[in-house]
T-cell receptor
Framework: DTGVSQDPRHKITKRGQNVTFRCDPISEHNRLYWYRQTLGQGPEFLTYFQNEAQLEKSRLLSDRFSAERPKGSFSTLEIQRTEQGDSAMYLC???????????FGQGTRLTVV | AQSVTQLGSHVSVSEGALVLLRCNYSSSVPPYLFWYVQYPNQGLQLLLKYTSAATLVKGINGFEAEFKKSETSFHLTKPSAHMSDAAEYFCAVRWNSGNTPLVFGKGTRLSVIA
């Protein structure tokens, strides 16, 4: 068990570009969550998958954001036409139902310049 | 709306002193409660969790927390602070079973002074 893995760890992009992040959950974990954390704040929920089904999306997830988990294993989070306000740490977490315990990855820090 | 409040964005203690980080939640229904720690440029690590068993929960690194339903609180304590405890601490709540997302407080930065 290598824990939740996120790639890349850091990403610097120009405003208007598209970016994609990847999350590999702990193997056999059926639930996967994406959170966003800005400086000085706690993580804020973005979206959640159970297996390959996206069950819930926060209103924070604008139309420029899309997440997938095509085979119920790894997940991707894409941000189109990035804006400076998208600069944040993007955290992925996974859990195995019915456990309430979520395990977090190291995060991807996005900087939009 | 359901919320989590952490009192004090920054707490500073001397090495060896008591650590007390406060967390209150808004709900009449007892939730599932968690404390996470985050070191700079790292993800979140679970310190401890309350899931309706014993009200006093012991976690890693000598931390513990007590669930008080009447006060809707879940404060984190450690009898003696160590320099390595300096980090950001987040209280998180889940109001239903595992299929709902965690709601986090804004965090408390703990500084430990030698």
């Amino acid at each position: 068990d290598t824990g939740v893995s996120q790639d890349p760890r850091h990403k610097i992009t120009k405003r208007g570009q598209n970016v994609t992040f990847r999350c590999d959950p702990i193997s056999e974990h059926n639930r996967l969550y994406w959170y966003r954390q800005t400086l000085g704040q706690g993580p804020e929920f973005l979206t959640y998958f159970q297996n390959e089904a996206q069950l819930e999306k926060s209103r924070l997830l604008s139309d420029r954001f899309s997440a997938e988990r095509p085979k119920g294993s790894f997940s991707t989070l894409e941000i189109q036409r990035t804006e400076q306000g998208d600069s944040a740490m993007y955290l992925c977490a996974s859990s195995l139902a019915p456990s309430n315990e979520a395990f977090f990855g190291q995060g991807t820090r996005l900087t939009v310049v | 709306a359901q919320s989590v409040t952490q009192l004090g964005s920054h707490v500073s203690v001397s090495e060896g002193a008591l650590v007390l980080l406060r967390c209150n939640y808004s709900s009449s229904v007892p939730p599932y409660l968690f404390w996470y720690v985050q070191y700079p440029n790292q993800g979140l690590q679970l310190l401890l969790k309350y899931t309706s068993a014993a009200t006093l929960v012991k976690g890693i690194n000598g931390f513990e927390a007590e669930f008080k339903k009447s006060e809707t609180s879940f404060h984190l304590t450690k009898p003696s602070a160590h320099m390595s405890d300096a980090a950001e601490y987040f209280c998180a709540v889940r109001w239903n079973s595992g299929n709902t997302p965690l709601v986090f407080g804004k965090g408390t930065r703990l500084s430990v002074i030698a």
